[in-house]
């Protein structure tokens, strides 16, 4: 095992740990023109210490908390800023240090997701396509939405115009959801509950306060450190890569009113009202509570309850696929922290309006912006979607306790073959019990659709100065 040492929070990029406030937030995507004139600013943009680093943040944090209980209402006014580059854009700034180890990394997310996995190309955003010579880098300016919005035009004209070598390619932006919306993805759901807990880095929650989880190695997260590739020598990156890392930046659409109009139709053959149904296609409830604990009622009290587990063989209360037991299976896997990924996304696009409820049809632009960081793409992201999430027959020889059905793909975030060929792969389909305690089906087109994004490297800040030229 690597030798633990302390992490140096000057160092690592602070969305990556403890992640960035985002009431509001702006991707700013960029093009490399020139990278001898985007190099001198680059190192202009370090030495003015514009990059948000862990200890940053933290102090950041702390702020938020003070202005919160001694002024409550008050708006802390803020934006910070981190930067990522493709596998393009880190050969642009520097030939030597390119040379990753991370496959689908090298490879982009087209080549992975497109040519090799389920989006399909006709739905990206032409920005996204390699045929546009794509993106080689994505700044993130998180806080409140004035302050993002003036340093994000301030950070174009002085540090990433056409002078400096860059050109502007795509602005999106996500944005907090209102009043008792807060914190929920569209479909209605407490978001980023289950994150990992990174050892030596996190404060280790105690057995029988609610939030108990098992701890993750930080070197599965962030480069340099312990359970990196397993901590084998000729898996792991070289030196300078060291507190970075792996940013998977994707676009993701969501269908709120198929959703809700499939939860009417289907809740009630399935003898669930729609949240019950709703609840086991997530996991849990709305306001968070697990299906597992509260397979019936909802228990706003246990919103962010992460001391529980599952039964391998047993899908009465929660089903195999629903989402989150796809995605954090528990301790169905031996290895619990091989896979996890930190999740820092926002929604994105304008709440559901009367003419959308009522045609039950998508008119609207909304969804996720989804952002994970991991020291391995291969083994995170990319493993979570092909080995988990889409493939029917995980977890595997459950036939037995599903009344002889696949356990089905992942109820909310599954994606058809690009080319179905059969029937059965023209539709999504998983294995539930209902509410009357029989094993059936249920099936549905997706509710979501990727339209596009890409892969990064998030440097330390030592590298980004090296690159800079500093």
């Known amino acids: 095992m690597a030798e633990a040492s302390a992490p140096d929070f000057n160092n690592i990029q602070g969305d990556i740990w403890p992640g960035l406030p985002k009431k509001y937030q702006t991707f700013w995507f960029f093009q490399i023109t020139d990278a001898t004139k985007f190099k001198p600013s680059l190192g202009k943009l370090m030495d003015d210490k514009i990059i948000t680093s862990s200890a940053d943040a933290l102090k950041h944090k702390e702020k938020i908390h003070e202005v919160k209980n001694s002024q409550p209402g008050t708006l802390h006014e803020l934006a910070l800023v981190n930067i990522s580059f493709s596998f393009k854009g ?103 509950i289950s994150q ?8 280790k929650c105690q057995k029988g306060d609610g939030n108990y989880q098992y701890m993750c190695r930080p070197g599965r997260i962030i480069i340099g450190h312990d359970g990196e590739m397993n901590n084998e020598p000729k898996s792991k990156h070289e030196p300078w890569a060291k507190d970075g890392s792996y940013l998977v930046v994707r676009k993701l659409k969501q269908y709120v009113p198929e959703f809700n109009k499939y939860l009417k139709d289907n809740a009630p053959k399935l003898n669930f009202t ?11 409830w709305k306001s968070g509570a697990p299906v597992e604990k509260h397979p019936f009622t909802d228990e706003p009290k246990d919103a962010r309850l992460n001391e529980f587990n599952y039964n391998v063989n047993d899908h009465t209360k929660c089903p195999f696929s629903s989402h989150i037991r796809k995605t954090k299976p528990r301790s169905i896997v031996s290895d619990r922290d091989m896979n996890d990924i930190m999740r820092r996304g926002i929604p994105y696009g304008p709440e559901v309006d009367p003419k959308e409820t009522e045609s039950n049809e998508t008119q609207n632009d909304r969804g996720l912006m989804f952002l994970c960081y991991q020291s391995s793409i291969g083994n995170g992201f990319q493993f979570l979607k092909r080995s988990w999430v889409n493939l029917n027959t995980f977890p595997a020889d459950k036939t037995e306790y599903t009344g002889g059905h696949n356990p089905g793909q992942d109820a ?31 099936s549905f087109l997706p509710f979501i659709q990727s339209n596009g994004g890409d892969y990064f490297f998030s440097p330390s800040l030592k590298l980004l100065k090296e690159l800079g030229g500093k």
């Open 274 to 284: 729609e949240d019950q149904l709703g609840a086991r296609l997530v996991g849990r």
């Open 412 to 442: 909310i975030i599954g994606q058809l073959v690009s080319k179905p060929q059969k029937p059965s792969q023209k539709i999504l389909t998983t294995a539930l019990v209902d509410g009357e305690g029989k094993h059936t089906t249920t």
């Open 90 to 192: 880190m050969q642009k700034l520097d030939e030597s240090k390119s040379r990753f180890r991370d496959d689908p990394f090298r490879k982009g997310m087209e080549a992975d997701m497109v040519a090799e996995g389920r989006d399909r190309i006709n739905e990206w955003m032409d920005e996204f396509k390699a045929a546009n010579d794509g993106v080689d880098g994505v700044l993130l300016i998180c806080g409140t939405e004035s302050s993002v919005k003036q340093t994000a035009d301030n950070l174009a004209k002085k540090y990433f115009s056409s002078t400096h070598g860059i050109t502007h390619v795509l602005t999106l932006n996500g944005k907090e959801r209102p009043g008792k919306d807060k914190g929920h993805e569209h479909f209605g759901f407490l978001d980023a």
């Open 196 to 203: 990992p807990r990174l050892t030596g880095f996190d404060k």
